[in-house]
């Protein structure tokens, strides 16, 4: 046995036997004193954030809710990037038993299997990342990142999604870039499926930690990048290497967070807390989406005035050229059954969903324009 599967039974065995402990004492009577009531069973929980990115403020969100809803039954342990292991290695800690949870997402591994990617950072057919997540809930994506997780990676892990993300910008650029020949051998920082996207539109593409970001941009092994919004952009200091920062693109316009769960871990616990887990996903979600909208319109707002940064929407020429590169990589992706079988399920979802959204909502930008005539820049 190696140390790290005795680290797993270790910790599967003390919460066995905290159970049996908690029954006994029960059975004891109302003598025994309320001070020998069951400790709380801690989950050792990593996310793939540094310290200081708002992202942990989101995690944080989850273990408020966990513990509140557990009446103190459960603590959760918060740790940032690299206390236990690296952003990219959480995955595999969680599946070994070295941490019992995770907060990051599903593109980080796609050097494991490019199939991750498309849980969030693959092709953009037409839905949101609202769309999406639905579709993970109620489209059939669930059963299908299960058997990507457990039956094709073999892995012992249980992972639940959560916090539609508002689609990702372009990026950081040092000059302005409105054409694809504008970007021609960028040395560019992006992560999964949207590295092979940019690689084949002319950018070379290194896939990096947030938090190493900006020091690979200082010392020049990249040249332009992308993270994820003006809150985490602005934290570990997009703003002093670069000045042109421009919203909107293809690359990664649909992804939400992912909680991994070690799943012996998560079965050794008593159903109702499984159950706040699980369900305490979906509550985050929701607080998550607030204080998203409100730090993140902040932050640029502040970007713009104090870090005298110019903010773009990019191309249209370049959004073109992004969905044309997604039609060249789709066929290459669905050689794979497996991938073929999750774009099939992905493309009938947004197909039926999205025209019902499409149709459905009216033009948002229309009535802001209405109200707020000639902020936008379109």
Same mark, same amino acid.
């Given at each position: 046995m190696t140390k790290t599967e005795?680290?797993?039974l270790s910790r599967r065995s003390f919460l066995r036997k905290g159970a049996v402990a908690g029954g006994a004492a029960a059975a004891a009577g109302l003598a025994a004193p309320a001070v020998l009531a069951q400790s709380p069973i801690?989950?050792?929980m990593q996310t793939s954030w540094p310290a200081s990115d708002i992202w942990m403020d989101f995690a944080r969100q989850y273990v408020e809710r966990v513990e509140a809803m557990s009446g103190g039954r459960l603590k959760v342990d918060l740790l940032p990037a690299g206390a236990v292991v690296g952003a990219f290695q959480v995955l595999d800690a969680v599946?070994?038993?070295? &941490?019992?949870?995770?907060?990051?997402v599903p593109v980080y591994w796609y050097g494991k299997n490019k199939a991750a990617s498309l849980f969030g950072t693959g092709p953009v057919f037409g839905g949101s990342a609202t769309t999406m997540l639905a579709w993970f809930y109620a489209g059939g994506g669930q059963e299908l990142l299960r058997e990507l997780m457990e039956d094709i990676m073999g892995l012992n892990v249980v992972s639940y999604m959560g916090f539609p993300m508002p689609a990702q910008p372009f990026g950081w650029f040092k000059g302005t870039v409105s054409t694809v020949a504008d970007i021609q051998g960028f040395k560019y920082r992006t992560v999964g499926l949207a590295a092979d996207l940019?690689?084949?539109m002319g950018m070379?593409?290194?896939? &990096?930690?947030?938090?190493e970001i900006v020091p690979a941009m200082e010392r020049g092994v990249i040249d332009a990048f992308e993270f994820n919004n003006p809150s985490s952009d602005s934290r570990f200091g997009a703003q002093d290497v670069a000045k042109n920062y421009y919203l909107s693109s293809y690359h990664q316009a649909s992804e939400s967070f992912e909680f991994l769960f070690n799943?012996?871990?998560?079965?050794?616990?008593?159903?109702d807390l499984q159950a706040i887990l699980r369900y305490g996903v979906e509550a985050t979600s929701t607080a998550n989406t607030a204080i998203a909208l409100d730090n993140y319109s902040a932050d640029l707002q502040k970007l713009q005035t104090e870090a005298g940064v110019t903010v773009h929407r990019t191309s249209k020429e370049i959004l073109a050229a992004q969905l044309d590169a997604w039609d060249k990589l789709i066929p290459t992706l669905e050689a794979d059954p497996y991938m073929k079988k999750v774009l099939d399920s992905q493309r009938a979802?947004?197909?039926?969903?999205?025209?019902?959204e499409i149709m459905n909502s009216p033009d948002y930008t229309l009535a802001y324009d209405h109200y707020f005539p000639g902020k936008l820049q379109l």
């Amino acid at each position: 046995m190696t140390k790290t599967e005795a680290t797993a039974l270790s910790r599967r065995s003390f919460l066995r036997k905290g159970a049996v402990a908690g029954g006994a004492a029960a059975a004891a009577g109302l003598a025994a004193p309320a001070v020998l009531a069951q400790s709380p069973i801690v989950i050792k929980m990593q996310t793939s954030w540094p310290a200081s990115d708002i992202w942990m403020d989101f995690a944080r969100q989850y273990v408020e809710r966990v513990e509140a809803m557990s009446g103190g039954r459960l603590k959760v342990d918060l740790l940032p990037a690299g206390a236990v292991v690296g952003a990219f290695q959480v995955l595999d800690a969680v599946n070994d038993g070295v &941490l019992d949870a995770a907060h990051s997402v599903p593109v980080y591994w796609y050097g494991k299997n490019k199939a991750a990617s498309l849980f969030g950072t693959g092709p953009v057919f037409g839905g949101s990342a609202t769309t999406m997540l639905a579709w993970f809930y109620a489209g059939g994506g669930q059963e299908l990142l299960r058997e990507l997780m457990e039956d094709i990676m073999g892995l012992n892990v249980v992972s639940y999604m959560g916090f539609p993300m508002p689609a990702q910008p372009f990026g950081w650029f040092k000059g302005t870039v409105s054409t694809v020949a504008d970007i021609q051998g960028f040395k560019y920082r992006t992560v999964g499926l949207a590295a092979d996207l940019l690689q084949s539109m002319g950018m070379s593409v290194a896939q &990096l930690p947030g938090g190493e970001i900006v020091p690979a941009m200082e010392r020049g092994v990249i040249d332009a990048f992308e993270f994820n919004n003006p809150s985490s952009d602005s934290r570990f200091g997009a703003q002093d290497v670069a000045k042109n920062y421009y919203l909107s693109s293809y690359h990664q316009a649909s992804e939400s967070f992912e909680f991994l769960f070690n799943k012996d871990f998560l079965s050794d616990l008593d159903p109702d807390l499984q159950a706040i887990l699980r369900y305490g996903v979906e509550a985050t979600s929701t607080a998550n989406t607030a204080i998203a909208l409100d730090n993140y319109s902040a932050d640029l707002q502040k970007l713009q005035t104090e870090a005298g940064v110019t903010v773009h929407r990019t191309s249209k020429e370049i959004l073109a050229a992004q969905l044309d590169a997604w039609d060249k990589l789709i066929p290459t992706l669905e050689a794979d059954p497996y991938m073929k079988k999750v774009l099939d399920s992905q493309r009938a979802w947004v197909e039926r969903v999205t025209f019902y959204e499409i149709m459905n909502s009216p033009d948002y930008t229309l009535a802001y324009d209405h109200y707020f005539p000639g902020k936008l820049q379109l």
